[in-house]
């Protein structure tokens, strides 16, 4: 059965059992996990990095950015957590999944450095490169 909610639970370390229906988050050790929400039970990992996911808190309800897309387990659940809320997104194709990993990598090799400076240009070039390859834009 589908979870509709997360409620937000601050803990030091991530249980090893996690109830279902909850987003537990270590600040100390940036990351944030839970059940997926499809109901299949799979325990989701959320690192809380500036290249992985970020989360908002706001009036004590969560937000956590980009989407969860559980792309290496069975179910490939794809959803949003926006306050505390679980909305559901479509599915994606495994050519769509592909196009947003490489998306990923190239943001995350413009984040470490791995272009030489003024690294923001060339990361924006890469970036634009990339979007007019995949999506013809």
């Known amino acids: 059965m589908r979870v509709a909610t997360l409620q937000p639970v601050l803990v030091e370390f991530i249980p090893k059992l996690l109830e279902r229906g909850v987003l537990y988050v270590s600040r100390k ?8 929400c499809c109901g299949c039970g799979t325990k989701i990992v959320t690192p809380l990095r500036e290249t992985e996911f970020s989360l908002t808190v706001r009036d004590g309800k969560v937000s956590l950015n980009p989407s969860v897309g ?4 069975p179910c490939q659940s794809h959803y949003w957590i926006r306050g505390n809320q679980v909305i559901w997104a479509e599915p994606m194709s495994k050519d769509e999944i592909r196009k947003g990993r490489a998306y990923d990598d190239a943001l995350k090799d413009a984040y470490f450095g791995k272009v030489a400076w003024p690294w923001w240009r060339r990361a924006l070039a890469q970036i ?3 979007v007019k390859e995949n999506f013809g834009q």
């Open 29 to 36: 050790y940036r990351t944030a996990s839970h059940l997926c």
């Open 70 to 73: 559980n792309w290496n387990h």
């Open 128 to 130: 634009e490169q990339f």
